[in-house]
């Protein structure tokens, strides 16, 4: 008889399982997609907050385009989407905080309390109010061969130009969207003149800064176009600088994760291995280099209450701890780094952190002499603006 009631038993159980998952609080998080291995990134998060955090269903949201019902982050996502939580890329944040999409930040000596944060210019406050924290930040940069030493010394676009040759077509880079050469075109117009106030100035697309399009002009003289200015050649960009087709390659943080990954599955002889790379700001004109950081931060949703925004306060306290740092900074076994750039500076110095990804003590003095641009409305759009326009004046004339 006994053997008989092991079934019921074990459908009782089952069902409670069950119930016990329905009855679990709901969490969505609309995180940034455009990290290296996103996906693998956030399960493990999600594991690690669920585990932390039993009695919530935690289910992130990735704005990319793989798929046709995704809200895609650059092209309205954040203004879409229905979650608690947003990673916000603060060219969006002032229009976000204008249409009420998310809430001033419930604690806000939060940033006052930590004595390592990396200068945000002004960007997650609006009027003295706190309104999201700080996550990653990014910049542009060249990666080289570290006995490369012209490179390594190259302070200045016209000592770039001696050290490659012009019209050698030694520098690869992804030029291949209008956003991405709006930020390029950004970062140009500050490392001419260092004045933050007149890069928001020249980015009128109507009026693109002529000294700046000149420089933008000399760097492609230097760059070969036919890597650099599709989207689909910049693994190939990558793979050419690998094999030594190319002395320079420029990009974002993210760029050396994919560096990494080339060198592990290429086949054959090549030039370059990890321990070679180095890295440097990026020198667009002959008064130096002054570079724009672009920061990414964490913002919740307008009109979360109670325990919903409770849960919402626990999983960025998460995401911005250490053991949330390390989840996404220190690679599984074999695993490339992924090498974003954190928000606080003491990740670059973590011990767990260098010995899995080295690169950190060249991105730490750099991630410190960034200098985060405070823009206003429709910042998206106006970067793209130039972009386009910038385009048309450096490959078109």
């Known amino acids: 008889m006994k053997k008989y009631m092991i079934i019921p038993l074990l459908f009782v159980l089952f069902c409670n399982g069950v119930r016990a998952q329905d009855d679990r609080r709901t969490l969505t998080a609309y995180l940034y997609p455009y990290i290296p291995d996103a996906k693998a990134c956030y399960a493990k998060i999600e594991r690690i907050f669920e585990t932390q955090y039993p009695d919530i269903d935690l289910r992130i949201e990735l704005g990319d385009d793989t798929k046709p019902d995704t809200l895609e982050y650059y092209h309205g996502g954040l203004y879409r989407t229905r979650a608690d939580i947003l990673e916000i890329d603060c060219i969006f944040l002032d229009s976000l905080i204008r249409k009420n999409r998310i809430m001033p930040y419930p604690d806000q000596n939060f940033l006052k309390v930590r004595a390592d944060t990396l200068d945000y210019g002004g960007i997650p406050y609006r009027n003295g109010t706190l309104y999201a924290l700080p996550h990653w930040i990014n910049g542009n940069f060249l990666f080289y061969h570290k006995e490369d030493a012209v490179i390594g010394y190259a302070a200045y676009l016209n000592e770039l130009e001696k050290g490659l040759g012009i019209n050698r077509k030694a520098l690869a880079t992804d030029m291949s969207d209008e956003l991405t050469v709006g930020e390029i075109y950004a970062d140009g117009l500050y490392a001419g003149n260092g004045d933050k106030a007149l890069v928001a100035a020249g980015l009128n697309p109507e009026l693109p800064d002529t ?11 230097l760059t070969d176009s036919l890597y650099s200015l599709s989207g689909d050649s910049v693994n190939a960009a990558i793979k050419g600088f690998v094999r030594g087709k190319f002395r320079v390659y420029a990009g974002q943080a993210g760029s050396c994760n994919r560096i990494l990954k080339a060198i592990k599955t ?11 790379i180095a890295v440097r700001d990026r020198p667009l004109s002959d008064k130096g ?16 209450t109670g325990q919903k925004l409770e849960d919402a306060r626990a999983f960025i306290h998460l995401l911005l701890s250490e053991k949330g740092y ?19 500076k003491r990740y670059y110095r973590n011990p767990a952190v260098l010995e899995k990804a080295p690169l950190y003590r060249y991105f730490l003095p750099l991630a410190e002499d960034m200098k985060p641009l405070l823009l206003h409305e429709m910042n998206n759009e106006i970067l793209r603006a130039a972009g386009k326009k910038v385009m048309e004046k450096i490959v078109k004339q």
């Open 289 to 304: 280099s002054h570079s724009l950081g672009w920061v990414d931060a964490i913002g919740i949703r307008s009109g979360l």
């Open 266 to 276: 290429l086949t054959g002889i090549h030039n370059l291995k990890p321990e070679d």
């Open 326 to 344: 390390l989840s996404a900074l220190v690679p599984d076994g074999n695993d490339v780094p992924r090498y974003l750039l954190p928000a606080y």
């Open 211 to 221: 000294a700046t399009v000149n420089n933008l002009k000399r760097l492609l003289h």
